[in-house]
């Protein structure tokens, strides 16, 4: 079954931390480049961070040097490292495969992270 859930969310203050988690079914993830998206109220889903099978990574400049995505290829989990929150980070969060390169795949429920004082 295909799958993908996402945890770890919640409300923090600005310059606050945050870990998310991601459990996707190996039909997805194995050898997969695997990416983090997020969406903001009112705004498009957006690509902020990718992680190819062996571990490079990319980010968007929204991000870039605050969070830190990783992942466990045993465990078919990946993760998101949020530091330096902001209140523009407010979204929610969702993984998923490079949907640019693997075509259309359903989305998992999210998880809400909210950034405010």
């Known amino acids: 079954q295909v799958q993908l859930v996402e945890s770890g969310g919640g409300s923090v203050q600005p310059g606050g931390s945050l870990r998310l988690s991601c459990a996707a079914s190996g039909s997805i993830f194995s050898g997969r480049i695997m990416g983090w998206y997020r969406q903001a109220p009112g705004k498009p889903r957006e690509l902020i961070a990718t992680i190819a099978n062996g571990g490079s990574t990319s980010y968007a400049d929204s991000v870039k040097g605050r969070f830190t995505t990783s992942r466990d290829n045993a465990k078919n989990t990946m993760y998101l490292q949020m530091d330096g929150l902001k209140p523009e980070d407010t979204a929610i969060y969702y993984c998923?495969?490079?949907?640019?390169?693997?075509?259309?795949?359903?989305w998992g429920q999210g998880t809400q992270v909210t950034v405010s004082s």
């Open positions: 998923n495969w490079r949907i640019d390169i693997y075509g259309p795949l359903r």
